[in-house]
């Protein structure tokens, strides 16, 4: 469950992200609204890990892009009605 990113191992990063989320779920139930689900679900195969933070309204998502063109794809993505 516990794990230690190394230097430049984006990867890990990523899954510690996605393990944060899930764990956020669990103790938060109704934190993921459905388009926040969709979107992130649009988003999974350009990232390494994605979550949100904040609360009521003020908070935002976090996306860890796999590489200079997944990041292209989910910019594009988010200026885009497609998602929501």
């Not at 990867?11 to 510690?16: I, K, R």
Request: hydrophobic share 45%; net charge negative.
């Amino acid at each position: 469950m516990y794990s230690v990113a190394i230097p430049g191992d984006l990867e890990s990063v990523g899954q510690c992200m996605d393990e944060y989320w899930v764990l956020k779920k669990t103790m938060a139930p109704g934190c993921e609204p459905e388009f926040v689900a969709r979107l992130m679900t649009s988003m999974r195969p350009y990232a390494l890990g994605m979550c949100m933070a904040g609360a009521g309204g003020g908070g935002f998502m976090y996306v860890l892009a796999s590489d200079h063109e997944a990041q292209k794809n989910i910019k594009n993505m988010f200026n885009s009605a497609e998602v929501l």
